[in-house]
Nanobody, 126 residues
């Protein structure tokens, strides 16, 4: 059964850090680009970051560039999102997704994603 399971969300103070994980099963993980997206209440889902099949290419939204780092371990079928210097505006439900599309296409349009996880809540508040 194909699954993407996010974990690592929670409540953190501004300036703090969190590390999200996306564990995959049921498909050929290393043939899919993986992306992180987020959706705040009342807002559309937006891209956060994407990584290519072997991790050589990455893309970041301008709002997180320099603060977030995406990585993947294909031996563990897992993608990570290290989030540092968190801001209240980073508060959202974070989703991971898998796509056979290129990193560029995936990060330009979430509709290119083939599979989605259920999401994990990240709340940045004092």
């Amino acid at each position: 059964q194909l699954q993407l399971v996010e974990s690592g969300g929670g409540l953190v103070q501004p300036g703090g850090s969190l590390r999200l994980s996306c564990a995959a099963s049921g498909f050929s993980f290393d043939t899919y680009a993986i992306g992180w997206f987020r959706q705040a209440p009342g807002e559309e889902r937006e891209v956060v970051s994407c990584i290519s099949t072997r991790g050589y290419n990455t893309h970041y939204a301008d709002s997180v560039e320099g603060r977030f780092t995406i990585s993947r371990d294909n031996t563990k079928n897992t993608v990570y999102l290290q989030m540092d210097s968190l801001k209240p505006e980073d508060t959202a439900v974070y989703y991971c997704a898998a796509a056979t599309a290129t990193v560029h296409s995936m990060c330009r349009n979430p509709n290119y994603s083939d599979y989605w996880g259920q999401g994990t809540q990240v709340t940045v508040s004092s």
